[in-house]
T-cell receptor
């Protein structure tokens, strides 16, 4: 069964450093998302991406965050200057038809120290 | 405000028994989709079942079924013949069909299955 692949599975970074989280969505999917889950808390929407542009973003997704689909297969989330509160599990998801639910990746655990 | 409430932070069920996880949500919209996602210890979230708000018939997917009460804004998940592999965090979620792209998740219910 097709999968959404995320790398790395765990990343530790120093506060203030830039990180790039990578995702390979399912190849025929059209909608791409990033969500995050702070330990023990609910899953929060960050951003959605369709037709090579952001279609919606949350208040969490400020100027420190950006997304890119550089080559038609990868979908990346960049955090320019990480803060301690950015520590969370970051999930990438994709959908062929967003009304039918997403396929999630296994997540990247980001730890900012 | 768009919110999802799952009033049971933790639940347990004996293997082979039936358990119901509750969910209520708040929206003024009439056209939306409801979902239950399962998150096992491996952390990957898996779609369990989906319901279209304009359909009165409750969705069923093998041992998983829902009780959708639109007027009450309630969307509970019933797991029949519970198996050890059902142990996971379960998230209720919804997406408004028009205008919004994001899915709103509830806080989750942690389900334990007792052998």
């Amino acid at each position: 069964e097709p999968e959404v692949t995320q790398t790395p599975s765990h990343q530790v970074t120093q506060m203030g450093q830039e990180v790039i989280l990578r995702c390979v969505p399912i190849s025929n999917h059209l909608y791409f998302y990033w969500y995050r889950q702070i330990l023990g808390q609910k899953v929060e929407f960050l951003v959605s991406f369709y037709n090579n542009e952001i279609s919606e973003k949350s208040e969490i997704f400020d100027d420190q965050f950006s997304v890119e689909r550089p080559d038609g297969s990868n979908f990346t989330l960049k955090i320019r200057s990480t803060k301690l509160e950015d520590s969370a599990m970051y999930f990438c998801a994709s959908a062929q038809d967003r009304d039918y639910g997403y396929t999630f990746g296994s997540g990247t655990r980001l730890t900012v120290v | 405000a768009q919110t999802v409430t799952q009033s049971q932070p933790e639940m347990s069920v004996q293997e082979a028994e039936t358990v119901t996880l509750s969910c209520t949500y708040d929206t003024s919209e009439s056209d939306y989709y409801l979902f239950w996602y399962k998150q096992p210890p491996s952390r990957q979230m898996i779609l369990v079942i989906r319901q279209e708000a304009y359909k009165q018939q409750n969705a069923t997917e093998n041992r998983f079924s829902v009780n959708f009460q639109k007027a009450a804004k309630s969307f509970s998940l019933k797991i029949s013949d519970s198996q050890l592999g059902d142990a996971a965090m379960y998230f209720c979620a919804y997406r408004i069909r028009t205008s919004y792209d994001k899915v709103i998740f509830g806080p989750g219910t942690s389900l334990s299955v007792i052998p």
